[in-house]
Nanobody
Framework: QVQLVESGGGLVQAGGSLRLSCTAS????????MAWFRQAPGKEREFVAG????????SYSDSVKGRFTISRDNARNTLYLQMNSLKPEDTAVYYC???????????????????WGQGTQVTVSS
């Protein structure tokens, strides 16, 4: 049982920055591979970034690579997504997700994640 609570969304102008946070209830947070997904109106939920339970590897979608950075603070049971150089096409509801304990790889499909946060809206104006 993992509860995830997201925060940090908001409205920014293109070129601006936001940092999203996701706090997990699980005492075994450090065993879960974590990821961020997003869903824009009329589109499927898509992978944004992920980080292995060990922190030894990360993965990014091509659309955000070089602009977004995923990180985790296991002492605070918190996952972060630092978003820089935001574009209007980044506008979406952003969700954090937990995979499973000791995953061998960062999965990029939503079906591989069983625990989800409530989502936080990110709106980027032009």
């Amino acid at each position: 049982q993992v509860q995830l609570v997201e925060s940090g969304g908001g409205l920014v102008q293109a070129g601006g920055s936001l940092r999203l946070s996701c706090t997990a209830s699980a005492r075994t947070f450090n065993t879960y591979t974590m990821a961020w997904f997003r869903q824009a109106p009329g589109k499927e939920r898509e992978f944004v970034a992920g980080i292995l339970w060990s922190g030894s590897s990360t993965s990014y979608s091509d659309s955000v690579k070089g602009r977004f950075t995923i990180s985790r603070d296991n002492a605070r049971n918190t996952l972060y997504l630092q978003m820089n150089s935001l574009k209007p096409e980044d506008t979406a509801v952003y969700y954090c997700a937990a995979d499973r304990p000791y995953s061998r790889v960062v999965y990029t499909t939503s079906g591989n994640y069983n625990y989800w946060g409530q989502g936080t809206q990110v709106t980027v104006s032009s």
